[in-house]
């Protein structure tokens, strides 16, 4: 009778100060007949979490200010990060992944906004083929949670919102197959030889108080577009230093017939000393039915931390 004995590694590390958490653990089952069996791999699957959230807090207030806008404000940003992966030894890898941003700032006797607001659900299935060859099946989930407006006057000169975006609208899919590349300890490149893209416009009113004939590509008379084609997507999650880590990725979906789109996420975290933390966000999209010009968006963050 074989019997499977389970290892459970577990790491907790709570940062405090602008409140930051990190929680990561491992899971490893190991099928032996004796405890003494040596033979070949102990390993037969390996479960590794790993969870983190940050929370910062920023508030801009002027008085008598002439230089510039001067517009007093509190914005408040949410980072989870959320990830498994289920390894075995028969060389398949499955990976999932959440990662939320939310901001919120609120001006004084004026408006509140909520941005950045971006929600992503990714899950890739790995076959190693070679040493650093492997076959992936992708899919990745975009949306947004709350609505985003823009604000204007009309002829009777009376603010008025107009609905940017919001749940489901759009609502992105994006899936693969293909082969790529593993890297050790830096991350992956993966090419989908056959790809495609499902776009869905849920809250049909963002064309009437726009006044626009399509919305991410999708024709006001419809309500989702599937396209097909390819896409290279690269990942990288490493170490630079000893003191920095960078997360990138980088999809890029080509359609058979129209331009490609474009969507980078990079995240760049440094340990300044044991208390002092900062990181950068850069949000990259470029995408011909919204604008012809690449879209950036930054978020810069740093404080004091402490390590318990």
Known sequence: M??????????????????????????????????????GSLVSMRLTHSLECSLSLTNQLFLNWKKGNSASLVSLCNHLSYQSKITNDSRVTVTTSFVHDLGMQYFFDSILRLQPDANTLENRIEVRIASQFVFSL??????RIFNSYTYATNQQGNPVKILGSGFMT??????????????????CLSLGLTSGKFTWIRNRAVYTQQNIPDFYGVPKEKNYVLEYGFNLHLLIDTDILKHVHWNCDLLIFKNYRKPLDMVLKSYLGIRINKFLRTSIQTHLYYEKEVSSRIQIENLFSMGFYVNL
């Open 2 to 39: 074989r019997r499977v004995f389970v290892l459970l590694v577990c790491h907790l590390a709570m940062t405090t100060g602008i409140q930051c958490h990190a929680l990561t653990d491992t899971l490893v089952a190991a099928a032996l007949v004796h405890l003494s069996d040596s033979s």
């Open 170 to 187: 759009p609502f992105q899919w994006n899936f693969s197959a293909g082969f790529g590349w593993a890297f050790q300890r830096l991350g």
């Open 138 to 143: 992708f899919s990745t989930l975009n949306t």
